[in-house]
């Protein structure tokens, strides 16, 4: 699955190290979700027949909020394009495509946590930087 060859392109890894067993845990969620419409976004740009470009948006549901009425938020995550083809738009436009979609299915925002390097672009369509950290607990 040429999303999966481009997700491992995130981590430094590559889909040919089978004991990666993340790697076949993201082989069954892509194959659950990726004809889900109300759950993800996958938008791609294609070159000449291959995937160069992509992005994923997922529907978050939370509890409804003054920050987030229908308790309905999109995660924006992993724009990436191959670095040959970078310089195009085509991040700016998967954006887009992702952004379009959460107006689609009534979400209240969009939430991503921007690289350095794609600070610049997120801030030029708009996204604001908010004053919450981030934290995590692995299990």
């Known amino acids: ?21 993340w790697i076949n845990h ?17 938008p791609v740009i294609e070159v000449d027949g291959a995937i160069v470009a992509t992005a994923i948006g997922t529907l978050e549901l939370g509890v409804p909020n003054p920050h987030c009425l229908r308790g309905r938020t999109v995660r924006l995550m992993n724009v990436i394009t191959l670095a040959e083809h970078r310089g195009h738009g085509y991040g700016t436009r998967l954006v887009f495509d992702v952004l379009n979609w959460a107006r689609s299915i009534h979400a209240d925002r969009v939430d991503l946590s921007a690289t350095p390097q794609g600070q610049r672009l997120y801030e030029r369509l708009g996204f604001t930087m908010t004053s919450a950290p981030r934290m995590k607990f692995m299990l």
């Open 26 to 42: 993201a082989a069954e969620w892509f194959t659950r979700m990726v004809d889900d419409d109300s759950s993800a976004r996958f």
């Open 1 to 21: 699955m040429e999303l999966l060859r481009l997700w491992a392109l995130l981590f430094d890894q590559d889909k040919a190290a089978p004991e990666e067993r």
